[in-house]
Each structure stands twice: as C-alpha cells, then as structure tokens.
T-cell receptor, first 114, second 114 residues
C-alpha cells in the first residue's frame, strides 16, 4: 500500500531533550516536506526537500533540523525542544513530474514538550 | 504574496442539505488551487485540484469546487451532505516558484448533523 508513515504518533517529552520524528514514504517521491499544525494557524511548512541531499527552509524552520540521505526517509530533528514546539506535525511527499501533483500526508505526530 | 483565506471557522449543515465551504485566494498569475480534508486523528487527504480548464472541478467523495476568477474564489461544494463528511477542510494554493510549496488556509470545520 502506498503510504507515508511517521513515528512516533504521540510523544511527550521535556524541554531540552533531543528527539527525532521519522518519516518514510514508499512511493519513490522526490519531494518531501514537514508541516506543523496549530489551531487557528492552519499548516505551516517547516522544511522541505526536493530530492536526496537537497533541503531548504520553509516558513517556520527555527528550532528544527532535517536530513535527506535516502529518497524514502526525511527525519525531523528537534535538538533542544521547547514548549512552543508543542504541536501536531505532518510529513508529506509528492512526485515532481509536473510540480502540480497533490501531496500525500502521513498520519501525524502529536508532540507535547513540557 | 500568495495566500488563501477561509472566512468561516465552522460550517454547520443538516444531513441531506447542500454544503459550501468557502475559500478565497490572492495570487499573481494563474492560481493552482487544492482542497484537502482531515478526518479526526488522520493526516490530510487530497480531495480535488484546479490547474486549468473547466471551472467546475469534481473530486473524491462526491465533492466539487467552483473556480471563480472574477471573485478569486474556490468554494468547495457537495449537493447532499453526509454525517460522515464531518471533518476539517483546508484550502491551499501552490506557490508560483520552483519549490512545490503549498500555502494552506486556516481550515474550516464542517459539522453535519443527522
């Protein structure tokens, strides 16, 4: 089944404790992206990647890191989480055949930073 | 700057009645517009998109959207609502550069009552 998977789905952590949220897609998509969803703000892009080893900042990249060493994986790293990073996070992927393809989203990771 | 607006935080409709979820956009040039739906505890799912051509776009689950260039709108519609349509709906516009970036609205919660 074609899908985007994220792990963990739920995470409660404390301020300053490094964490990684994994994202993997099995559709051979070039483009991958991370979003955070907050009430009243919709989805905001954190980082995106056009292909392996090509990443760039989105609208709200502060406090986050990403890497794209393999085409299928795009982990999101929080080196020193803070309470304002408590949010619902989504990974998405899409092919770049025309640039107008819809994005496929993972199920989400709900992060709470205490 | 490109943006989308969803003027209603919530839309309530009785089952069997037609529904409309509103979206207006602001772009320079031709807009590429999308609708996504988010069911509880799930990621976003693609519903439909407008790239070019017929102003009435048909999508998944019986939804359709009407592109209106003069009113810069892309309202989502369905002739007969189902209780199972209750979800969070997002309008999005693709940025007109080489980043494949989607800019999302703040979302509209649709509540369909039996």
């Amino acid at each position: 089944e074609a899908q985007v998977t994220q792990n963990p789905r739920y995470l409660i952590t404390v301020t300053g404790k490094k964490l990684t949220v994994t994202c993997s897609q099995n559709m051979n998509h070039e483009y991958m992206s991370w979003y955070r969803q907050d009430p009243g703000l919709g989805l905001r892009q954190i980082y995106y990647s056009m292909n392996v080893e090509v990443t760039d900042k989105g609208d709200v990249p502060e406090g986050y890191k990403v890497s794209r060493k393999e085409k299928r994986n795009f982990p999101l790293i929080l080196e020193s989480p803070s309470p304002n990073q408590t949010s619902l996070y989504f990974c998405a992927s899409s092919p770049r055949t025309s640039g107008l393809n819809e994005q496929f989203f993972g199920p989400g990771t709900r992060l709470t930073v205490l | 700057a490109q943006s989308v607006a969803q003027p209603e935080d919530q839309v309530n409709v009785a089952e069997g009645n037609p529904l409309t979820v509103k979206c207006t956009y602001s772009v320079s040039g031709n807009p590429y517009l999308f609708w996504y739906v988010q069911y509880p505890n799930r990621g976003l799912q693609f519903l439909l998109k407008y790239i070019t051509g017929d102003n009435l776009v048909k999508g998944s689950y019986g939804f359709e959207a009407e592109f209106n260039k003069s009113q810069t709108s892309f309202h989502l519609k369905k002739p007969s609502a189902l209780v199972s349509d209750s979800a969070l709906y997002f309008c999005a516009v693709r940025r007109l550069d080489n980043t494949d970036k989607l800019i999302f609205g703040t979302g509209t919660r649709l509540q369909v009552f039996p």
